[in-house]
């Protein structure tokens, strides 16, 4: 038996994860999507038993769920469901990646009792992924810790996030250009994730569903003003001020639950996770391309 299967290994958090877990000593089986699909069966039918599933795997662009909501839905919803059967065949318990799903917060900050309210087709995968794995555990007798990651950051993550593509205009450009500076997000460094995915697997037991956030919130504006003092320079921020259509306006996530039950805390503050983010991304970067 291996400690632990990895799907999405090749991803954002998933390589952070697995190399974590090697640095532990575990011995894991890293799943991406060059290894095969996760929602067909031959993916899962030759691997070996392992004593966890960490579930990472799924499609996330949210304007492309619109566009092929069936792919979403087959991937992250039936994906799922082939990962906790293989769960259940083999007696290993779960971690479950999910996301931000309660839509505009009737009050903040958001806690896990608050109603999800699914606002396009990539949530309702991920809402759906989450009930699979609801029902695997009360009828199957699966352990499942569902993490609701907020708006994780850090070196790594692709250009078409928000943080690296300030980062990028910060580092390059004459001004920052943005289209609204007002919206706020719960930010939460890429290694506080992956920590709080250790400590799930950890203590797996019975059904839990954890936010995975900062417990603060901040507005772009104050996002590139963090950036732009990290980074030690003063460039003039060009704003649209157009809001995005069904733009929500404040994300603000209740980790209690998250450090009660995995006595997890973030250890990050925004800019020092920033910093973080710059020197590891100039670091990584080859002295020819400077």
Not at 72 to 81: A, D, M, P, S
């Amino acid at each position: 038996m291996i400690d632990a299967v990895v799907t999405g290994s090749g991803g954002f958090i998933g390589t952070r994860l697995v190399a974590a877990l090697r640095k532990r000593g575990q011995k894991v089986l890293a799943l991406s999507s060059r290894d095969g699909d996760v929602a067909v069966d031959s993916t899962w039918a030759e691997l070996p038993p392992a004593k966890v599933v960490f579930h990472l795997a799924g499609r996330t662009f949210v304007p492309d769920s619109w566009d092929n909501s069936p792919s979403f839905l087959k991937t992250n919803v039936i994906g799922t469901e082939q990962a906790l059967s293989y769960c259940r065949r083999t007696g290993a318990g779960m971690v479950l990646a999910s996301a931000y799903l309660y839509g505009i917060p009737q009050r903040l900050p958001i806690g896990e009792k608050d109603v999800a309210h699914p606002n396009n087709p990539y949530a309702l995968s991920k809402w759906m992924a989450e009930e699979l794995a609801s029902f695997a555990c009360r009828y199957h007798g699966v352990p499942v810790t569902t993490l609701r990651i907020f708006n994780v950051f850090g070196h790594g993550q692709r250009e078409t996030f928000l943080i690296p593509t300030i980062i990028k205009q910060v580092k390059e450009s004459d001004a920052v250009r943005i289209q609204d500076l007002a919206p706020k997000r719960d930010f939460v460094h890429i290694d506080d994730v992956v920590n709080a995915f250790l400590l799930a697997s950890d203590a797996l037991s019975g059904f839990h569903l954890l936010n995975i956030g900062s417990g603060v919130s901040l507005s772009v504006s104050e996002i590139i003003d963090t950036i732009q003092k990290v980074s030690g320079t003063s460039l003039p921020i060009l704003s649209v001020g157009t809001p995005r259509a069904n733009e929500i306006p404040d994300v603000r996530a209740n980790i209690d639950a998250a450090k009660h039950v995995l006595n997890w805390y973030p250890q990050y503050s925004f800019e020092d996770g920033i910093r973080e983010t710059i020197f590891s991304q100039n670091e990584a970067t080859p002295k020819g391309d400077e």
